[in-house]
């Protein structure tokens, strides 16, 4: 339904809180899940702040680029992703960032199949949050910025937040208007620090409002050093209130652009006209730059530990991807099973990291 892009700025205004924030409490339908990926070319902070290096940085982003060159890129990201779910459920993921800036390079022509891959799994019940970080939505990086369905920007409302953030803004307005969806995909979820009211602030930096969130450093904390998300007063601060208003406002923005800019399939069969501009939004199902889909999930592992084989007559787990198929052409040998381990298995909790089959 909806690929949404964080983006921050100079000063440290919680792009990463944010989009952290917005997974843990995004509205999710039946058969929906959402998927967090760091894509901060200055590197992630997830495993090493709100998984408190329980995860070792052997997964994530940094292994993707070596797949892409080979074909793949989709299954390969599967294998990397960590389940950030309080009760196990497989619908709350993470793909952690880079471990080192010095990465970045290696994904420059990696972005943009990255970013057909992010679209190409709304048709499969997933929706995805990308975090850009400070420069990411400028830089090689910036595809993944022009085809977000919503790009929001975490400011601080301070003087010295929202003068650092003009330029940026202006900039990534000019590039979304040029060379993405377009500039009303730039949307404001700022911080209140300081005095300026949301309604000012977005008028003085020429976007729209997307929310206001409150400034709870104790709260914040839990997202940005660790900490228990499942504790009910985390759960009902004020901060995870606000997050969850603006995650229904943005689901709002990001369905009514793909509906005005997506054409319908009575509109895809009418004749061109000649004074109607062509689309040049990405279309949700459009080819996948011959990116095969990502295949079902076997289940998840404590650290590099496969997790006990399913019995045959439920060959997945309950509450994993069933409805994920990999291509249809060439099929390659179906791998054998995980052999169960010998050891008591962990209950499946926070924090474990996921493999594909």
């Known amino acids: 339904m909806a690929v949404v892009a964080v983006v921050g700025g100079p000063g440290a205004p919680g792009a ?15 058969g929906r899940r959402v998927l967090l990926a760091e894509c901060d070319p200055d590197g992630g902070a997830v495993l090493a702040g709100a998984l408190e290096g329980r995860i070792e940085a052997v997964y994530g982003l940094r292994n993707l680029a070596v797949a892409d060159r080979r074909g793949l890129l989709a299954q390969t990201m599967w294998e990397q992703l960590v389940d950030l779910s309080p009760d196990g459920a497989a619908d709350r993921l993470l793909l952690p960032g880079l471990t080192d800036p010095a990465q970045a390079p290696g994904l420059a022509y990696t972005w943009e199949p990255l970013a057909d891959t992010f679209h190409a799994l709304d048709a499969h019940g997933y929706d995805v949050i990308v975090d850009l970080g400070r420069s ?15 790009v929001a920007a975490s400011v601080r409302t301070t003087l010295r937040g929202l003068s650092a953030a003009r330029p940026r803004l202006a900039a990534l307005r000019d590039d979304l208007e040029t060379s993405g969806s377009g500039a009303d995909a730039l949307g404001l979820l700022p911080v209140a620090e300081g005095p300026y009211p949301l309604a000012e602030a977005a008028r003085e930096l020429g976007v729209s409002a997307l929310g206001l969130l409150p400034f709870a450093p104790r709260t914040a904390r839990v997202l ?33 652009r793909r509906h005005r800019l997506v054409p319908q399939p009575h509109e895809q069969s009418a004749p061109p006209q ?23 999930v076997l289940g998840p592992v404590q650290g590099r530990r496969p997790w006990a084989a399913p019995a045959p007559e439920q060959p997945y787990p309950s509450g994993f991807p069933q409805h994920i198929a990999p291509p249809a052409a060439p099929q390659p040998p179906a791998p054998a099973p995980f ?19």
């Open 339 to 357: 052999p169960p381990p010998d050891r008591q298995q962990p209950q499946t909790g926070y924090g474990e990291v996921l493999r594909a089959r």
């Open 274 to 296: 000649a004074d109607r501009p062509q689309e040049t939004y990405p279309r949700a199902d459009r080819p996948q730059g011959g990116y095969p889909q990502p295949g079902p």
């Open 224 to 256: 940005s050093d660790g900490g228990d998300t499942a504790d009910r007063r985390f759960v009902r601060s004020e901060l995870m209130r606000t997050v969850r208003s603006a995650a229904d406002r943005i689901q709002e923005v990001a369905a009514r």
């Open 16 to 30: 990463t809180t944010t989009a952290l924030a917005l997974l843990l409490s995004w509205p999710l339908r039946p």
């Open 136 to 150: 990411g939505a400028l830089g090689p990086g910036a595809v993944l910025a022009r085809q977000a369905d919503v």
